[in-house]
């Protein structure tokens, strides 16, 4: 779910810095509603591959992140969380003790 957030607020980002980008050439530029013909096929017409490959990478990015299976929790991950919820006082000694033999035996 981190991975996730993180992939959400680089495209929050990444749009934010598109839009002012793109608002800063249609200001250079002169850009007006009656002059897109002449930029769609001026000197900006490559941009707009490059916005598309950005776009759908992102896109990409944002579904792989979004739908990637996470993998089974390994051994040491599990003793680790043993080991700081014993530290933390929400475990006794036996059931700490317990668990890490749970662990070994599975092994």
Same mark, same amino acid.
């Given at each position: #779910?981190?991975? /996730?957030? %993180?992939?959400? #607020?680089?495209l929050g980002i990444f749009? *934010?810095v598109a839009a002012v +980008?793109? /608002? *800063? +050439?249609?200001?250079? $530029? &002169?850009?007006?509603?009656? =002059?897109? %013909?002449?930029? #769609? %096929?001026? *000197?900006?017409?490559?941009?707009?591959? +490059? &916005? #598309? +490959?950005? /776009?759908? &990478?992102?896109?990409?990015?944002?579904?792989? $992140?979004?739908?990637?299976?996470? *993998?089974?929790?390994?051994? =040491? =991950?599990?003793?680790?969380?043993?080991?700081?919820?014993?530290?933390?006082?929400e475990i006794d000694k036996? $059931?700490?003790?317990?668990?890490?033999?749970?662990?070994? =035996?599975?092994?």
């Amino acid at each position: #779910m981190k991975a /996730f957030r %993180h992939t959400i #607020m680089a495209l929050g980002i990444f749009l *934010g810095v598109a839009a002012v +980008v793109a /608002f *800063g +050439v249609f200001v250079y $530029t &002169g850009f007006s509603p009656g =002059d897109y %013909h002449s930029l #769609m %096929h001026g *000197g900006l017409f490559p941009l707009h591959a +490059v &916005g #598309m +490959v950005i /776009f759908w &990478g992102l896109i990409l990015a944002l579904l792989y $992140t979004a739908f990637k299976e996470t *993998g089974p929790a390994s051994e =040491d =991950d599990a003793e680790r969380a043993a080991s700081r919820r014993y530290a933390r006082g929400e475990i006794d000694k036996e $059931t700490y003790l317990e668990i890490k033999r749970t662990l070994r =035996d599975r092994s």
